[in-house]
């Protein structure tokens, strides 16, 4: 099924299936709702066959170019139907799951991620390691149960509720750095496991710690091979920076579309519009170029950084804009509108946080595509 | 245009923008076919011919062609164009009772035509006037970017003694075409700064180490290459869509890409970058004035918020 096609089938099938849809209207928009919605919107897209298309059949897709799912995803969030962020972790997860699980693992587990079965989290920052992400130190060890794993995540998004975690581990000396670190999945209800959230400045408990005591995980719940953990978590970041940066940018797209309708006239100067449209332009330029390079089968590198630069900043022009247009609301409104463009302008705060900082992509680009050389 | 043919018609460019500059330049362009090859194969013939011109600092009247092209009046070969006034994008005539007042700027050729045409806005549309070039005032501007050789163009004329009177429905294709190859030429421009910052910071030592090591003089360089290719996406998009709002935001972010390159690259140098020694100040002339031809970075990006504020919605851009 070509991209035109698939476009037609999805825009009216989410016409006619509008009601099912749309979130109970007597949610109140927590991220417990949020998550609620999520699994419906997966589980129905999926059923309905949309969710599948350009997923490699041996995971339970049905095949098919990745812009599908650029689509897909794009179309979920212009609708309002999903929550880009929570909604993309799926395009994070699962090609790491295809590129580096046991054929089998993949072929039982992603399908259970599509369909909104579960959900997985992400576990690679600890109190001590953020930017530096090669100097962690969750401990795991070989015993004849498997790997026995002890130690702290922190900030681990969604934790609380998932079933899964694609986690780094340090298998090798405290020192071995990039090269002593091992990727595992591991079941989030095994014993020795205990989940705290935390609560955020956007007032959604996002994120959580992950505290690991002795917890065991069977050797074939390894994602490559044993030391090869920072290469996933390497190739799992371009993929951060290209599909599910494109649904982020078609979110953004409609966020500043409701300022344009909501904002009161004269609160926003022209000049300002103008700027923030074009940081959104230059987005999903980029951004498409991006995507047609991941559909035409190339590996994607270092030049996401670009992408991701990109995106963190038109996030923050955007709300920054919404701030200056709605200012009253978002400084004392309490109507819920106002309190969902509060949380969103607080939320936008992050964008040049996670994923790698704004200044580590900066890094990256000098590095990389500027060839300056080692900046240490 | 075939991968392998682009890759002669690039090469021929560009050894012809390696030598030549202005009127040598035009006659260049002529001979190896540019002109023919404008119309058959406009995106390649635009973006590389001024992608060259922006990063090898070389001029000529190619914005001429680009106007006939898109306008494709039917008026001698040999006319020239007059172009916006500084900063603007509307046409550089305005018809006032019987008189045609003229304001706005031409390329180093205009001092060597007899005719020019000059588009004016009309009730709902554009038309074009042939203006003998004896009846305009021509001042060769010196300026910011005295080597650029553009011509200011004023005067005004007695309507009723021109001929003939066309009229241009395609003004705003031409504007974007305009502002496409300005567009390109800036990124060229950009890109040549970053890479004279960029060898400097490898080869200028201090405190005992490449400057390159430095994270302000790093995170400066990686600033600018993500301005240029932000601009470059979008060119890329507005070729894509043909849409004029596209050509508009492409120029607009090129333009202050530019601008954000110069600041940056001119840091990075230092005081060699301060001196007539280095290459550098060309380069930064001529952004500058780029940026206020066919509308000004200022201009475009407040006429295109006036706009979303007066529909009160975004278009579709760049679709999958
Ligand atoms: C909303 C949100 C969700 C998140 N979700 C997850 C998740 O699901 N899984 C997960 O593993 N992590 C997650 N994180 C954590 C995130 O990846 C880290 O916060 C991030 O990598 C930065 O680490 P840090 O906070 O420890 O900052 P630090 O690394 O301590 O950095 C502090 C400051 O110093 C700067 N800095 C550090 N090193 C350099 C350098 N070399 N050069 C220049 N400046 C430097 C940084 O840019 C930053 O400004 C999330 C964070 C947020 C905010």
Request: no cysteine; glycine share 8%; aromatic share 6%.
């Given at each position: 099924m070509d991209l035109d096609e698939f476009r037609r089938s999805l825009d009216d099938w989410l016409d006619q299936n509008e009601h099912d849809l749309r979130a109970d209207p007597a949610a109140k928009d927590t991220l417990d709702d949020q998550m609620a919605q999520l699994a419906k919107v997966k589980r129905l897209t999926y059923e309905a066959g949309f969710m599948r298309r350009g997923w490699p059949e041996r995971v339970g897709g049905l095949g098919g170019s990745s812009l599908l799912r650029a689509y897909l995803g794009e179309a979920l969030t212009s609708r309002g139907l999903v929550e880009p962020g929570i909604y993309s972790l799926t395009e994070v997860l699962a090609p790491t799951m295809i590129d580096y699980a046991r054929p089998e693992l993949a072929a039982t587990m992603v399908p259970r991620l599509l369909r909104g079965d579960e959900t997985w989290c992400q576990g690679f920052s600890e109190p001590g390691t953020g930017s530096n992400l090669a100097s962690l130190s969750c401990r795991a060890t070989r015993t004849e149960d498997g790997w026995s794993v002890t130690g702290q995540k922190v900030w681990t998004s969604l934790a609380q509720y998932a079933d899964r975690c694609v986690l780094l581990t340090r298998t090798g000396d405290a020192d071995s750095a990039h090269r002593g670190i091992t990727a595992l999945f591991v079941d989030m209800d095994s014993p020795g496991i205990v989940v705290r959230p935390i609560e955020t400045m956007h007032g959604a408990p996002e994120f959580s710690e992950v505290f690991f005591d002795g917890v065991v995980v069977p050797f074939e719940r390894t994602l490559g091979e044993e030391g090869q953990g920072w290469s996933v978590a390497m190739d799992l970041l371009p993929y951060e920076r290209s599909t599910a940066l494109w649904h982020r940018a078609a979110y953004l797209q409609q966020r500043l579309g409701s300022l344009l309708q909501a904002a009161p006239p004269g609160e926003l100067e022209p000049a300002d519009v103008g700027e923030v449209a074009?940081?959104?332009y230059a987005l999903r330029a980029r951004s498409r170029s991006t995507q047609r390079r991941l559909a035409a089968g190339e590996r994607l590198g270092p030049e996401t950084s670009i992408d991701k630069v990109l995106v963190a900043t038109a996030e923050?022009?955007?709300?920054?804009?919404?701030?200056?247009?709605?200012?009253?609301?978002?400084?004392?409104?309490?109507?819920?509108?106002?309190?969902?463009?509060?949380?969103?302008?607080l939320y936008s705060r992050a964008a040049t946080i996670y994923g790698g900082t704004?200044?580590?992509?900066?890094?990256?680009?000098a590095r990389r595509l500027l060839d300056l050389g080692s900046d240490r | 245009m075939d991968g392998g043919d682009r890759d002669v018609f690039e090469r021929s460019l560009r050894h012809a923008v390696e030598t030549h500059s202005g009127g040598p330049l035009d006659a260049a362009l002529l001979e190896l076919g540019w002109t023919d090859a404008?119309?058959?194969?406009?995106?390649?013939a635009v973006s590389i011919l001024f992608e060259l011109e922006g990063s090898l600092h070389a001029s000529s009247s190619a914005l001429d062609h680009v106007l006939a092209c898109s306008l494709g009046l039917d008026v001698p070969p040999t006319a020239g164009y007059v172009l916006p006034p500084l900063g603007r994008r509307s046409p550089p005539g305005a018809v006032d009772g019987a008189h045609l007042a003229v304001r706005g700027l031409g390329t180093a050729g205009l001092l060597a035509r007899e005719t020019t045409v000059v588009v004016a806005r009309a009730v709902n549309t554009e038309v074009a006037f042939l203006v003998p070039a004896a009846d305009l005032v021509l001042r060769p501007v010196r300026g910011m970017d005295p080597e650029l050789g553009l011509v200011e163009v004023s005067g005004t004329v007695a309507k009723d003694a021109l001929r003939p009177e066309v009229v241009a429905p395609s003004w705003p294709a031409a504007v974007a075409l305009a502002q496409l190859a300005l567009g390109h030429q800036l990124v060229g421009a950009a890109r040549t700064m970053l890479e004279l910052a960029r060898r400097h910071a490898l080869e200028r030592v201090q405190f005992g180490q490449p400057i390159s090591g430095f994270q302000a003089v790093r995170h400066r360089l990686a600033e600018t290459l993500v301005a240029i290719e932000s601009a470059e996406a979008v060119l890329g998009a507005a070729w894509e869509d043909g849409s004029p709002t596209t050509a508009a935001v492409a120029k607009a972010l090129a333009g202050r890409?530019?601008?954000?390159a110069a600041r940056h690259c001119q840091q990075v140098l230092a005081g060699i970058g301060f001196t007539t020694e280095h290459e550098f100040h060309h380069y930064a002339r001529r952004a500058l004035v780029l940026d206020e031809l066919f509308g000004s970075s200022r201009s475009l990006t407040r006429e295109l918020g006036t706009e979303l504020l007066a529909t009160r919605r975004l278009p579709d851009f760049a679709p999958l």
């Open positions: 074009q940081l959104l923050q022009a955007v709300f920054d804009l919404v701030a200056d247009g709605l200012a009253t609301g978002v400084a004392v409104g309490d109507d819920p509108a106002s309190e969902r463009w509060r949380r969103e302008f704004a200044e580590i992509q900066r890094n990256i680009i | 404008l119309a058959a194969h406009t995106h390649e890409g530019a601008r954000t």
